[in-house]
């Protein structure tokens, strides 16, 4: 069974974004695994608070213009 597991920070994407992410992540993995493997497919998206998360030493918070704009 195929497992993509992605981390976002938290708000970064909408609600429909994070469907066509797995929609398309699915299409990807059935094209490389075939067909059989589409209803065993697992995509998760796990958003990481503010704070959570780091790079080179820097604790990450999302600026404001990049948080989804929920509609």
Avoid: C, W
Wanted: net charge negative; charged share 25%; hydrophobic share 40%.
């Amino acid at each position: 069974m195929p497992f993509v597991n992605i981390k976002t920070p938290e708000a970064a994407l909408t609600a429909a974004q994070k469907e066509e992410i797995i929609h398309r992540t699915t299409d990807m993995l059935a094209e490389y695994f075939s067909e059989a493997a589409r209803p065993h497919t697992m995509v998760l998206i796990e958003e990481v608070k503010d704070g959570g998360y780091g790079r080179a030493d820097e604790v990450f918070v999302l600026p404001p213009e990049y948080r989804a704009q929920q509609g």
